[in-house]
Protein backbone atom coordinates (compact mmCIF):
# COMPACT_ATOMS: atom_id res chain seq x y z
CA UNK A 1 0.00 0.00 0.00
CA UNK A 2 1.64 3.42 -0.90
CA UNK A 3 1.65 6.08 1.59
CA UNK A 4 2.00 9.71 0.88
CA UNK A 5 5.73 9.37 2.58
CA UNK A 6 6.24 6.83 -0.59
CA UNK A 7 4.56 9.02 -3.06
CA UNK A 8 6.89 12.34 -2.24
CA UNK A 9 10.05 9.73 -2.02
CA UNK A 10 9.30 8.61 -5.54
CA UNK A 11 8.64 11.72 -6.66
CA UNK A 12 4.95 11.09 -7.93
CA UNK A 13 3.44 14.16 -8.13
CA UNK A 14 6.64 15.24 -10.45
CA UNK A 15 6.23 12.35 -12.93
CA UNK A 16 4.97 12.72 -16.14
CA UNK A 17 2.98 10.95 -18.86
CA UNK A 18 4.88 10.27 -22.47
CA UNK A 19 4.20 13.31 -24.70
CA UNK A 20 3.42 12.26 -28.64
CA UNK A 21 3.37 14.90 -31.13
CA UNK A 22 1.87 12.85 -33.57
CA UNK A 23 -1.08 12.14 -31.09
CA UNK A 24 -1.82 15.02 -30.31
CA UNK A 25 -1.99 16.36 -33.92
CA UNK A 26 -4.51 13.95 -34.16
CA UNK A 27 -6.80 14.96 -31.18
CA UNK A 28 -6.54 18.16 -31.84
CA UNK A 29 -7.36 18.40 -35.57
CA UNK A 30 -10.28 15.41 -34.47
CA UNK A 31 -11.53 18.05 -31.87
CA UNK A 32 -11.41 20.76 -35.14
CA UNK A 33 -13.51 18.52 -37.33
CA UNK A 34 -16.10 17.71 -34.94
CA UNK A 35 -16.08 20.84 -33.68
CA UNK A 36 -16.92 22.39 -37.12
CA UNK A 37 -19.39 19.87 -37.43
CA UNK A 38 -21.26 20.66 -34.00
CA UNK A 39 -20.61 24.36 -35.90
CA UNK A 40 -23.16 23.11 -38.77
CA UNK A 41 -25.57 20.66 -36.84
CA UNK A 42 -26.47 23.67 -34.38
CA UNK A 43 -27.17 26.51 -37.81
CA UNK A 44 -29.19 23.51 -39.33
CA UNK A 45 -31.61 23.01 -36.41
CA UNK A 46 -31.71 26.23 -34.45
CA UNK A 47 -34.84 27.91 -34.17
CA UNK A 48 -34.80 30.77 -31.86
CA UNK A 49 -35.52 33.76 -32.86
CA UNK A 50 -32.48 35.01 -33.38
CA UNK A 51 -28.97 33.48 -34.56
CA UNK A 52 -25.79 33.87 -33.20
CA UNK A 53 -22.87 33.37 -35.10
CA UNK A 54 -20.18 34.19 -32.08
CA UNK A 55 -21.71 31.45 -29.97
CA UNK A 56 -22.13 29.36 -32.44
CA UNK A 57 -18.31 29.72 -33.49
CA UNK A 58 -17.12 29.41 -29.36
CA UNK A 59 -18.78 25.74 -29.82
CA UNK A 60 -15.93 24.80 -32.44
CA UNK A 61 -13.36 26.58 -30.22
CA UNK A 62 -14.47 24.95 -27.13
CA UNK A 63 -13.66 21.50 -28.45
CA UNK A 64 -10.24 22.35 -29.61
CA UNK A 65 -9.23 24.05 -26.42
CA UNK A 66 -11.19 21.18 -23.76
CA UNK A 67 -8.90 19.10 -26.36
CA UNK A 68 -6.05 21.21 -25.89
CA UNK A 69 -6.40 21.25 -21.67
CA UNK A 70 -7.00 17.55 -21.40
CA UNK A 71 -3.60 16.85 -23.19
CA UNK A 72 -2.00 18.90 -20.68
CA UNK A 73 -3.59 17.38 -17.83
CA UNK A 74 -2.79 14.13 -18.67
CA UNK A 75 0.78 14.21 -19.09
CA UNK A 76 1.57 15.84 -15.93
CA UNK A 77 -0.41 15.80 -11.91
CA UNK A 78 0.75 18.36 -10.95
CA UNK A 79 -0.49 20.36 -14.01
CA UNK A 80 -3.72 18.72 -13.86
CA UNK A 81 -4.02 19.91 -9.78
CA UNK A 82 -2.89 23.26 -10.73
CA UNK A 83 -5.29 23.36 -13.58
CA UNK A 84 -8.78 21.96 -11.68
CA UNK A 85 -8.03 24.71 -8.89
CA UNK A 86 -7.83 27.31 -11.44
CA UNK A 87 -11.31 26.57 -13.27
CA UNK A 88 -13.08 26.15 -9.95
CA UNK A 89 -12.50 29.60 -9.48
CA UNK A 90 -13.67 30.70 -12.63
CA UNK A 91 -17.40 31.76 -13.04
CA UNK A 92 -18.85 31.92 -16.23
CA UNK A 93 -22.05 34.49 -16.12
CA UNK A 94 -22.90 34.44 -19.41
CA UNK A 95 -27.05 33.76 -19.99
CA UNK A 96 -28.00 31.30 -22.10
CA UNK A 97 -30.97 32.06 -24.17
CA UNK A 98 -32.25 28.75 -25.60
CA UNK A 99 -32.22 25.42 -23.57
CA UNK A 100 -30.95 23.11 -26.71
CA UNK A 101 -27.80 25.69 -26.32
CA UNK A 102 -26.52 23.97 -23.14
CA UNK A 103 -27.09 20.92 -25.22
CA UNK A 104 -24.39 21.77 -27.59
CA UNK A 105 -21.91 23.53 -24.54
CA UNK A 106 -22.09 19.73 -23.41
CA UNK A 107 -21.52 18.10 -26.18
CA UNK A 108 -18.55 20.95 -27.55
CA UNK A 109 -16.81 20.31 -24.01
CA UNK A 110 -17.82 16.61 -23.97
CA UNK A 111 -15.73 15.92 -27.76
CA UNK A 112 -12.93 17.50 -26.29
CA UNK A 113 -12.67 15.60 -23.26
CA UNK A 114 -13.34 12.15 -25.05
CA UNK A 115 -10.46 13.16 -27.68
CA UNK A 116 -8.03 14.63 -25.35
CA UNK A 117 -8.31 11.05 -23.46
CA UNK A 118 -7.50 9.35 -26.79
CA UNK A 119 -11.02 7.69 -27.34
CA UNK A 120 -11.53 8.51 -30.95
CA UNK A 121 -14.27 6.29 -32.06
CA UNK A 122 -16.58 7.10 -29.03
CA UNK A 123 -16.12 10.38 -29.97
CA UNK A 124 -17.21 9.92 -33.38
CA UNK A 125 -19.75 7.31 -32.68
CA UNK A 126 -21.31 9.74 -30.40
CA UNK A 127 -21.51 12.61 -32.13
CA UNK A 128 -23.19 10.95 -35.07
CA UNK A 129 -25.86 9.34 -32.14
CA UNK A 130 -26.19 12.91 -31.08
CA UNK A 131 -26.96 14.33 -34.43
CA UNK A 132 -29.23 11.98 -35.75
CA UNK A 133 -31.27 12.57 -32.11
CA UNK A 134 -31.72 16.14 -32.72
CA UNK A 135 -32.14 16.11 -36.57
CA UNK A 136 -35.20 13.58 -35.62
CA UNK A 137 -36.53 15.79 -32.70
CA UNK A 138 -36.18 18.77 -34.41
CA UNK A 139 -36.81 18.24 -37.73
CA UNK A 140 -40.42 20.85 -38.81
CA UNK A 141 -43.09 18.76 -40.38
CA UNK A 142 -44.26 22.24 -41.79
CA UNK A 143 -42.63 25.42 -43.20
CA UNK A 144 -45.22 27.06 -40.35
CA UNK A 145 -43.69 29.63 -37.57
CA UNK A 146 -45.05 30.91 -34.12
CA UNK A 147 -45.66 34.41 -33.93
CA UNK A 148 -47.68 36.76 -31.82
CA UNK A 149 -50.32 39.24 -33.74
CA UNK A 150 -50.91 42.64 -31.59
CA UNK A 151 -54.10 44.39 -32.59
CA UNK A 152 -55.06 47.93 -31.14
CA UNK A 153 -58.78 48.75 -32.22
CA UNK A 154 -60.98 51.73 -31.91
CA UNK A 155 -64.37 49.41 -31.30
CA UNK A 156 -66.08 46.37 -31.38
CA UNK A 157 -67.17 46.56 -34.75
CA UNK A 158 -63.17 46.64 -35.61
CA UNK A 159 -62.77 43.74 -33.32
CA UNK A 160 -65.28 41.52 -35.34
CA UNK A 161 -63.57 42.42 -38.60
CA UNK A 162 -60.35 41.57 -37.89
CA UNK A 163 -61.18 38.23 -36.35
CA UNK A 164 -62.90 37.24 -39.39
CA UNK A 165 -60.41 37.62 -41.48
CA UNK A 166 -58.08 36.03 -38.96
CA UNK A 167 -60.12 32.96 -38.36
CA UNK A 168 -60.65 32.67 -41.87
CA UNK A 169 -57.14 32.71 -42.90
CA UNK A 170 -55.69 30.52 -40.01
CA UNK A 171 -58.59 28.74 -39.18
CA UNK A 172 -56.94 27.98 -35.77
CA UNK A 173 -55.82 30.86 -33.13
CA UNK A 174 -55.22 31.16 -29.51
CA UNK A 175 -56.09 34.58 -28.02
CA UNK A 176 -53.20 35.44 -25.64
CA UNK A 177 -54.67 38.50 -24.34
CA UNK A 178 -57.73 41.28 -24.04
CA UNK A 179 -57.59 44.52 -22.66
CA UNK A 180 -60.28 47.02 -23.11
CA UNK A 181 -59.53 50.80 -22.48
CA UNK A 182 -61.79 53.46 -22.78
CA UNK A 183 -64.04 51.33 -24.76
CA UNK A 184 -61.30 50.52 -27.21
CA UNK A 185 -60.12 46.68 -27.40
CA UNK A 186 -56.41 45.25 -27.76
CA UNK A 187 -56.02 42.04 -28.45
CA UNK A 188 -53.39 39.66 -28.49
CA UNK A 189 -53.42 36.36 -31.02
CA UNK A 190 -50.86 33.49 -31.18
CA UNK A 191 -50.97 32.41 -34.66
CA UNK A 192 -49.00 29.74 -37.17
CA UNK A 193 -47.67 31.75 -40.42
CA UNK A 194 -46.69 29.43 -42.91
CA UNK A 195 -43.62 30.46 -45.70
CA UNK A 196 -43.08 33.87 -44.03
CA UNK A 197 -46.41 34.84 -45.64
CA UNK A 198 -47.50 38.21 -44.18
CA UNK A 199 -50.06 39.61 -46.67
CA UNK A 200 -52.68 39.66 -44.33
CA UNK A 201 -51.51 41.80 -42.54
CA UNK A 202 -52.67 45.02 -45.09
CA UNK A 203 -55.90 43.37 -44.98
CA UNK A 204 -56.48 43.94 -41.66
CA UNK A 205 -54.93 47.63 -41.44
CA UNK A 206 -57.23 48.01 -44.08
CA UNK A 207 -60.29 47.66 -41.48
CA UNK A 208 -61.78 51.26 -40.90
CA UNK A 209 -61.14 50.90 -37.02
CA UNK A 210 -57.99 49.34 -36.74
CA UNK A 211 -55.47 52.02 -35.25
CA UNK A 212 -52.32 49.33 -35.27
CA UNK A 213 -51.31 45.83 -36.17
CA UNK A 214 -48.03 44.49 -35.35
CA UNK A 215 -46.92 40.97 -36.07
CA UNK A 216 -43.74 39.82 -33.75
CA UNK A 217 -41.51 36.57 -33.95
CA UNK A 218 -42.49 34.27 -31.10
CA UNK A 219 -39.94 32.27 -29.52
CA UNK A 220 -42.09 30.01 -27.29
CA UNK A 221 -43.78 26.72 -27.78
CA UNK A 222 -47.26 25.89 -29.81
CA UNK A 223 -48.74 22.88 -29.58
CA UNK A 224 -50.71 21.57 -32.50
Known amino acids: MTTFTDILKNSFLEETADF ?20 FIYKKTYAGVMYSKPFNTSLVLLSVLTTFV ?20 VRFRTAIKEPLDLVFLFWSISVGIILGAGLYSLAFLGSAFITV ?10 SSAPYILMLQLENENAELQATEIIKNRFGKVIVKSKSITDGQPELIYEVKVKNNETSFMNELSAIEGVQNATLVSYNGNQAG
Open 20 to 39: SLAAASVSLLSALFIGLFIF
Open 133 to 142: ILLVLTGKVD
Open 70 to 89: ILAVTSNVVLSLGMVGALSI
